[in-house]
């Protein structure tokens, strides 16, 4: 096995890999609803089986992640302040059909991935979306969604207890308005009141800004979300990706503070939170380009991260398989050291520079495009 400085074969830090697990497991527990827990509590019976794929496939020479993230439509209702989707999948003109999604999924169960998170864009904006994922009942499915188009899916939802809502808030009725428009709290919250009511196993998702910290930490607001209905929050840190928006990334001193809240939220409130990407520092840094999770853009280009907006390798046209072998992000994990982290939570974007030289090495197409 090749050393730490290297990095190029090295499997995902067996820390992530039980932290991961507990999560999952924490989470299925938070569910009340019968059908929520016996789906969840096969997918969590299976957990020793899929990463034991993962491991063997890494002795191969594939870096199989443990999560598979994949902003499938890059269309929305909303226009957001800073959203970082826009940014990023500026380059794509054509979303991949629904039957190479179907089949990417397919495929990363079969390699041993643990995990699906469906992003956008707006993924309850796309139709058929939802039910392609649906499918995979042997596949946890968290959906990111911006909770405006949730309450006319209500019974899929109820039917199809793999798919997780995440929706997303901004801390106060006026900080979600004021970045996601007007009355989009509201609507928000009316859809946690739906799917409390659903017995709907679901969370939030609440981007962490220089402004906005101390309102989305407090342990009174982690109550309220408790008490609509959540059971998971996850904290992303702000990724400053739209230069035309407020730059309000979290100082050094403010992660701190992040890192220290989440724990302390989690265990007063008895809900799973996470902060991504959080202090990656226990897993000797970033996990993206494989080494936790990889990212599918709608196009099928497969990028080390949500905010890596580069690929070299596409699911659709060469399978999961042969684009996890990407050069790209082998050179990624190979140069891990690199990925000191700097203003805005994302290493890889702080150091966009070096990776578009290394995409321009590798001889990728550079931004990712259709
Ligand atoms: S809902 Fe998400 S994808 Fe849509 S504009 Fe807002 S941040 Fe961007």
Redesign the pocket.
Known sequence: MDDKKTGMNQPAPSLWESNLVHAMRTAFRLSSHPDSRKILGAIMRNQAATAALRHRLQKEGVTVPAILIISATTA?N???SG?Y??VCSSGIRKEMPLESLDRIIGEARELGVSLIMIA???PFLRPGLLETAARHRALPVVVFT?GTMVSERMELLSAHRNLLPVV?LEGSAEETDRR?GAGVYRQVTETMQSMRESDLLFGVSLTATAGNIDSVTDPGYAVKLRELGARMVFYVEYVPADPDAPQEPLSAEQKATLSRRFLKLSRQTGMLCVAFPGDETPYGGCLASGRGFVHINAAGGLEPCPFAPFSDRNAVTDGLLEALRSPLLAEVRKNHHMLEEGKGGCALWSNREWLAALAGNTGCCGKSGD
């Open positions: 929305c909303l226009r957001c959203c989707a826009g956008g864009g707006e911006n997303s996601r």
